[in-house]
């Protein structure tokens, strides 16, 4: 089988998940599976940021994407050109576990930015905590 060296694996773990509120921007990408990385996951607004490293997991999803569309994402997260120099975000290669087993080398979108501890998502789920918000509010 021939690689496709035209994709790129890219994991993320916010607003771009299914259900999240920027999922319509994955439109056309191929989920390859639910997975977790290393890191901590914390709140930074409506959105959270990822901060590789550590003993904690965070959850999130593997989609393999071409160059245009990773383009895209770049500058959805304020990436514009490649330029990271006053973004919150940089996009860098980390370890993924895909399901319970499979080892993958995927983009993230590392959090550059300040954060506070406080706000710090033990569970590693912004799904899961935006899902528990809502049924409070209900």
Known sequence: MKADTGSELVFVYGTLRRGGSNAFRM??????????????LYRISWYPGLVPGGDGRVTGEVYRVGAEPLRALDEFEGLAAGEIEGSEYRRVRVEALLGDEEELEVWV?????GFNED???????WLGVQTSRRDRSQ
């Open 27 to 40: 439109d056309g990408a191929e989920f390859v599976g639910p997975a977790t990385v290393g890191g901590a």
């Open 119 to 125: 706000e710090r998502i033990q569970s590693g789920d």
């Open 109 to 113: 979108y590392e959090w550059k930015g």
